[in-house]
Nanobody, 122 residues
């Protein structure tokens, strides 16, 4: 089970840090991803981190502004979001994937959190 939190309302240029805590003791075996879905749009990939934390991948739209990290001792993955823009407004979801190779494809992820709202007013 995944529990995401940390969303909120922030002005453009501001920062937020999302957290996603897993109750699963095998959390360290999962690649973890963050996805987002804006109103009227499809869910899109934001960032991923491999189970070993040796590999991270970002969507072009967030590269250089967002940082994904994980603390396997705390069964938690983070998404540090800086320089937020109105177009970052969305519900953000964390997800866990047991694939051997981490992937951007949402369909590969086995477990999903409930989502946390991030709003950046124009």
């Amino acid at each position: 089970q995944l529990q995401a939190c940390g969303g909120g309302l922030v002005q453009a240029g501001g920062s937020l840090r999302l957290s996603c805590a897993a109750s699963e003791r095998t959390f360290s075996s999962y690649n973890m991803g963050w996805f987002r879905q804006a109103p009227g749009k499809e869910r899109e990939f934001v960032a991923l981190i491999s189970w070993s934390a040796t590999s991270t991948v970002y969507a072009e739209s967030v590269k250089g502004r967002f940082t994904i990290s994980r603390d396997n001792a705390k069964n938690t993955v983070y998404l540090q979001m800086n320089s937020l823009r109105p177009e970052d407004t969305a519900v953000y979801y964390c997800a866990a994937d047991l694939s051997i190779v981490a992937t951007k494809k949402a369909t590969a992820y086995d477990y999903w959190g409930q989502g946390t709202q991030v709003t950046v007013p124009a």
